[in-house]
């Protein structure tokens, strides 16, 4: 199967075509991110990087060829319940989705998969009347322990929900972890105590939607008890995530939350890619 990811990021793409058990010939991504191109690189080195995806022009479809599977999800920023400023997906980021658009158009793949976060009503209904396909909303907590509810448009058939692992959070996480006090200073950054108290503990059934900042409150989990807190760090985010422990080792920290978190839960998109008929595997 030749596949083109765009806005691949660290290919979870790829490691999802492995684990349904789907032969990758050719895998063209399209990616800016230099820390996830690398991490791309270092786990598929057959990668075939084709750049930004604006400069995916004719010509350059005509020398990728017959591509079997489109795959993408364009930028959430314009459309995310979560940016209270957020325009649209005819705004500057999510407008990215168009681009994915025309190539889809362009190409003509068999079988193609967008996703996207579970955003405003407006820009939604916007991408399914663009695509043309209803999408398919999957909480990856069915499949791990991480709340993460996103939006599958695809033309693959017969997706049903995955069945429930009924995988904790605390399954999860390392159980030798370092505390350390509340302090005034996470108040401070945090804004309010009530933000603070709303904070989940490590006992929770599962985890926050994984964030691409290390920092950020969803990152941090209490001891209300031991008046502690903790947080994350980038391998249990790897498993938050259902990527390979280690997948994106060799950069910083801070880089593998952001690249882990722009990034699929690969569970979820194996178990879409499961149903593509096995005449076409």
Same mark, same amino acid.
Request: one cysteine or more; a positive charge.
């Given at each position: 199967?030749? +596949? ?6 660290? =290919?979870c793409g790829h490691v999802a075509l492995d684990r349904a058990d789907i032969k990758v010939d050719k895998y063209f991504t399209s990616a800016i991110d230099t820390n996830a191109i690398k991490i791309s ?12 995806? =604006? /400069? ?11 591509? $079997? ?10 459309? =995310? ?5 957020? %325009? ?19 190409? @003509?793949? @068999? ?6 976060? +579970? ?13 043309? +396909? ?5 909480? /990856? ?8 509810? *996103? ?16 995988? @904790? ?7 030798? *972890? ?8 996470? !108040? ?8 603070? $108290?709303?904070? *989940?503990?490590?006992? /929770? ?12 409150? %969803? ?6 008890? *031991? ?9 249990? +985010?790897?498993? !938050?995530?259902?990527?390979? !422990? ?26 879409? !890619? ?8």
């Open positions: 199967m030749n +596949v083109l990811s765009l806005f691949d990021g660290i =290919s690189n270092k786990n598929y080195p057959n990668t075939i990087q084709l750049g930004d995806i =604006s /400069s995916i022009d004719n010509k350059v479809i005509k020398n990728i060829g017959k591509i $079997d599977l489109l795959i993408g999800g364009s930028p959430c920023q314009d459309i =995310s319940f979560a940016n209270l400023n957020s %325009k649209g997906i005819y705004a500057e980021h999510s407008g990215l989705f168009f681009e994915y658009l025309r190539i889809l158009k362009e190409i @003509k793949p @068999k079988y193609f998969l967008l996703e996207n976060v +579970v955003g405003k009503k407006e820009s939604i209904d916007a991408i399914t009347q663009w695509i043309g +396909v209803k999408p398919i909303m999957i909480n /990856s907590s069915l499949v791990s322990g991480q709340g993460r509810e *996103r939006l599958y448009w695809t033309n693959i058939p017969g997706i049903t929900q995955p069945q429930d692992k009924e995988i @904790k959070f605390y399954d999860v996480i390392d159980k030798e *972890r370092k505390w350390f006090p509340i302090l005034p200073w996470s !108040l401070k950054i945090w804004g309010t105590k009530r933000k603070v $108290d709303c904070l *989940r503990t490590i006992e /929770s059934e599962k985890s926050f939607c994984i964030t691409t900042n290390k920092s950020h409150p %969803k990152n941090y989990y209490l001891n209300k008890e *031991r008046n502690m807190m903790t947080k994350l760090n980038a391998d249990e +985010v790897e498993k !938050l995530q259902t990527l390979p !422990l280690g997948y994106t080792d060799g950069a910083p920290e801070g880089q593998r939350f952001k690249m882990i978190g722009n990034g699929w839960t690969v569970d979820v998109i194996a178990w879409i !890619l499961s149903f593509i008929p096995m005449v076409d595997k």
